[in-house]
């Protein structure tokens, strides 16, 4: 009788918990990938497989509409109809050519630009090269890839948004994980059923529904706290804009040196391209109104070692403040096509000096600014 009692109660148990078990598995396996996102990257980024090889998941083509990461689903949100492909490896790029490679964040990734906009792709189509964007990932990724080990890239070009450079791992910061990584992916890639197995699985920890419903709820009652200052939305704010004292200025260059010591020790020409922040080139719409220094500090102390740095700054600067031309989406803290086309011509412009005149197609690829 006891016994019975028990199946009974276990029974209850099961039904009552099995929606909860039943539903992961079919956001996972019954409803599309993107479901339950607001753009591609949240759909397709890996979340917990961190085996993998890539970000993202391989071998993918999407198109979507998508909404700024600073206020998705709110009447602030503009939308932007943009179409994704990732690799084999699962990077951001129709296939795994590399003569020049970028390494960098989410906006070398190119967050809610359309594949054809990203840096990698504006920047082939003005070189006689295939460029390989390799974003979000670190230099450390970089180094302990067995792929740019065998074929290794003519030019590496490693960017960062202001706000991350100090916190950039310097040489050597997580080698065992890097090549831990790279070992487990080789071996997912290798297997489509190992693929599969891995991307299902990750999907299935997302809890889509549950995270959507929860910052529904979030905006219903005001918990979701938004940065905006004059119809512009920010990801720090006046934050963004800290002062750094010399010494920290001296620490990040010592990275960044390491950076170019080690990719040159293979052989290879190295840039680095910091990005300025949204609140650097809009200072003047914050609070405070102040003008940051801490790009200009830092690429000066850079010249001084004989790092090549492509400095974007004043061509922002001119082209906000002079032209009134917007660098990023009212609703995003990535910037837009036409920073990016901005960013092609400087890169451009340093290339000059490493690659043969021959390896370069003509002047065409001066870039007009679209208003």
């Given amino acids: 009788m006891q016994n019975n009692g028990v199946k009974k109660l276990l ?27 607001f753009r591609i990257w949240e759909a397709i980024s890996v979340n917990t497989m961190r085996v993998m090889s890539g970000p993202f998941y391989p071998n993918q083509h999407m198109l979507m509409e998508e909404e700024g990461e600073l206020a998705p689903h709110t009447p602030f949100a503009t939308k932007r109809k943009v179409e994704w492909f990732t690799d084999e490896f699962g990077y951001r790029n129709r296939d795994t050519k590399c003569d020049v490679l970028l390494i960098g964040d989410s906006n070398i990734t190119g967050s809610k630009l359309s594949q054809e906009e990203t840096l990698a792709e504006v920047l082939e189509q003005q070189l006689n090269k295939e460029v390989y964007s390799f974003a979000p990932a670190t230099i450390n990724r970089f180094l302990a890839a067995d792929r740019f080990k065998q074929d290794a890239p003519e030019l590496v070009i490693v960017s960062s948004i202001e706000r991350r450079i100090p916190t950039l791992p310097p040489v050597g910061d997580n080698t065992l994980g890097s090549r831990f990584r790279n070992m487990t992916g080789n071996a997912i890639n290798a297997s489509p059923a190992l693929t599969y197995l891995a991307i299902t699985a990750d999907r299935i920890s997302k809890l889509g529904l549950y995270h959507r419903l929860q910052a529904n709820i979030e ?72 003008k940051p220094d801490f790009l200009p500090r830092l690429i000066a102390e850079l010249r001084k070692r004989e790092v090549l740095v492509v400095d974007m700054q004043g061509t922002f600067e001119q082209l906000y403040e002079k032209e009134n031309i917007k660098l990023f989406p009212v609703d995003d803290a990535h910037w837009n096509g036409i920073a990016v086309k901005v960013a092609s011509q400087h890169v451009l412009q340093s290339i000059d000096g490493l690659l043969a005149p021959d390896q370069k197609k003509d002047e065409k690829y001066l870039v007009q600014y679209n208003r």
């Fill in 11 to 37: 029974g209850k148990v099961i039904l009552l918990v099995s929606p909860f078990i039943a539903w992961p598995l079919i956001e996972a396996t019954v409803l599309p990938i993107d479901f339950f996102t």
């Fill in 219 to 290: 905006r219903s009652f005001g918990k979701k706290e938004y940065i905006a200052y004059n119809n512009e939305f920010f990801l720090e704010g006046d934050t963004a804009n800290r002062a750094y004292t010399d010494e920290e200025i001296m620490q990040i260059a010592d990275v960044l040196e390491g950076y170019k010591h080690a990719v040159e020790e293979r052989g290879i020409q190295f840039i680095f391209m910091p990005i300025p922040n949204k609140e650097n080139i809009y200072y003047k719409l914050l609070p405070s109104r102040k």
